[in-house]
């Protein structure tokens, strides 16, 4: 009797084990791992000759990945020269793991005018203890160019966008001063000559620099560090 009783419940156990398998596999699938942007890893290593237990040099050419936190997109004239401090957004070790560069150090420096475009140029690096480095570096020239019109594309661009004084001052002819107020106004040189760029016009470029791929840094010359760095 027992056992008649046993094969009764055996198919509702097996459905009922079904039923709750159907019932979490949804939220399993929706799982899932985000990968941490990996380590930027230098290779060569340079001893520093007049102390090479303590010092190791980056050498010309290494590239240093950076990015700008305080908008998506900065906006500047093409005669504009910009204060900026750029936060280092991956990690540059050794081969051997050694840190060299911390991932949210910064680097301050400002963006030019160069050649047909903009390029920012770095003066100094600031490692998360506060420990700061004279830095010669740069990032390539930027040379994407936005036309502005009134009422064709003048609050996408400048929405959430970082603006520097002199773009301020061509944005707000052509599409009026309440518009601006959608983007934060970054101070600089310029904003005087760009005034002219707009007398008596409709329409003018500026310079669209995005904060996260357009300002990878190049040393122009070799960066010693000390083993306190890191």
Same mark, same amino acid.
């Given at each position: ?5 046993? $094969? ?61 936190? *305080? ?79 009134? *009422? ?19 944005? $707000? ?39 996260? $791929? ?11 560090? $000390?083993?306190?760095?890191?």
């Amino acid at each position: 009797m027992l056992l008649h009783h046993r $094969s009764h419940l055996l198919p509702i156990l097996v459905t009922s084990v079904s039923l709750l398998t159907s019932a979490i596999a949804p939220f399993t699938l929706t799982l899932q791992t985000v990968a941490a942007p990996a380590p930027v890893t230098v290779a060569q290593l340079f001893p520093n000759s007049s102390s090479p237990a303590r010092n190791v040099t980056l050498p010309r050419g290494t590239r240093i990945p950076t990015r700008y936190d *305080g908008a998506e997109k900065i906006v500047i004239a093409p005669d504009e020269t910009v204060p900026l401090t750029l936060t280092v957004s991956r990690t540059l070790r050794l081969s051997n793991g050694t840190i060299l560069i911390p991932a949210g150090s910064q680097v301050s420096g400002r963006v030019q005018p160069a050649g047909d475009g903009a390029q920012f140029v770095a003066d100094t690096l600031i490692l998360p203890d506060g420990t700061r480095s004279a830095l010669n570096a740069r990032s390539d020239v930027i040379n994407t160019r936005q036309e502005v019109q009134p *009422g064709v594309n003048g609050d996408a661009l400048i929405k959430g966008s970082a603006i520097g004084a002199g773009a301020a001052t061509i944005l $707000s002819g052509i599409l009026g001063n309440r518009r601006i107020t959608l983007g934060r106004i970054l101070l600089g040189a310029g904003a005087g000559a760009a005034g002219g760029l707009i007398f008596g016009k409709r329409k003018a470029e500026v310079i669209v620099i995005d904060s996260n $791929s357009d300002l990878v840094l190049t040393l122009d010359s070799s960066l010693t560090f $000390s083993r306190s760095y890191y």
